[in-house]
């Protein structure tokens, strides 16, 4: 990928150029990384025979600190980058490489490697979750909750599908959500990542993942973090490893002391739930990045998320109106087999 020509990447320059000379920072062989849904952009550079990351987080629309604070938090019980430099005014960090080899890249170049792969990913999430304390981040409450609920009427409903909602469809909305949120609140509350998934997951050769993207950390239910890992929008598992790998993580959690129902039963129904929360987010969230910031990339995901909507929607009464919702304002996209149920 071309390295853009723009001011913010001058600065990057300069600001890396008066690093101190023990790093040996080669700022010729500065190249792009990757970019991600905000305004941050990522970096690779040379130095002491090892690549750096460079963070470009322009301080008129991200904040670097939450990322800081959170490397160090999380660094107590897993593997997150480590902060070699940082300039929080002009929005730079450089980083510790962890490779280009994302969990998605690693599982499609060879799937038998999976079950290893997500082993890791679940010990090292039970290792977070053990780690956390309560006062350390903001909470994950009903407000932040439903605020990311209500980008489904906003964006998927009224941009995406150009519908408008009855009152009667709009009452019936306010309880599902309301359903969802009384169980998202009533789990357990731990460190939740917000995007623990295959895209964020690096794999490394020690101290397997290297997590990344963690900056919007919040504290909240400890079925999140699962949700995101094992219904992905990004990579779908048949509904049998679903469950054998969340119920590996469940005895997991419970050997750690970690407080999760002693029924497997009540644990899958709020992992359940708290998915279907996450996945009606990601609707919003992924008709918002076409829509207002040309990021068209996302549309290809949609049908996955819709499918794990209307997947769990259909096994549950209090979500039935949301599933005649899709129905009516989505008639294209059918219904999804409804599979599993305890």
């Known amino acids: 990928m071309t390295l853009p020509n723009d001011e913010r990447v001058e600065l990057l320059t300069l600001w890396l150029q008066a690093l101190p000379a023990d790093l040996n920072i080669q700022t010729h062989t500065l190249s792009v990384a990757s970019a991600d849904a905000s305004f941050r952009r990522y970096f690779r550079v040379r130095g002491n025979d090892v690549n750096y990351i460079v963070m470009d987080a322009p301080p008129s629309h991200e904040d670097c600190k939450p990322f800081v604070r959170i490397a160090q938090l999380f660094g107590r019980a897993v593997n997150v980058p480590k902060i070699l430099a940082q300039d929080l005014e002009q929005g730079f960090l450089l980083l510790s490489d962890l490779g280009n080899d994302t969990f998605l890249a690693a599982i499609e170049q060879n799937p038998e490697r999976a079950p290893a792969l997500y082993r890791d990913a679940l010990n090292a999430l039970v290792a977070l979750q053990k780690a956390s304390t309560p006062d350390e981040l903001p909470p994950y409450d009903r407000e932040r909750l439903l605020t ?63 997590i990344l993207d963690f900056q919007d950390a919040l504290f909240g239910p400890i079925t999140y973090d699962l949700a995101s890992l094992l219904r992905d929008a990004y990579i779908e598992w048949d509904e049998e490893v679903q469950i054998d790998w969340l119920v590996r993580y469940w005895e997991a959690a419970r050997a750690a002391g970690l407080e999760v129902p002693a029924q497997f039963d009540v644990f899958y129904k709020d992992f359940e739930w708290m998915g279907l929360q996450r996945h009606i987010k990601i609707l919003g969230i992924f008709a918002r990045l076409f829509h207002r910031d040309g990021k068209s990339g996302y549309l290809k995901d949609l049908p996955l998320v819709l499918k794990y909507t209307r997947q769990v929607a259909s096994r549950y009464r209090e979500f039935f109106p949301l599933v005649r919702l899709l129905d009516a304002i989505d008639s294209d996209n059918a219904p999804a087999q409804v599979g599993y149920t305890f």
């Open 148 to 210: 990311e609920l209500m980008l489904f009427p906003q964006w998927y409903v009224g941009v995406h599908l150009k519908a408008t909602l009855t009152d009667e469809q709009t009452a019936q909305l306010t309880q599902v959500f309301n359903a969802l949120l009384d169980n998202n609140l009533a789990q357990t509350q731990v460190w939740v990542h917000r995007d623990y998934h295959s895209r964020n997951l690096m794999d490394v050769a020690e101290n397997n993942p290297g």
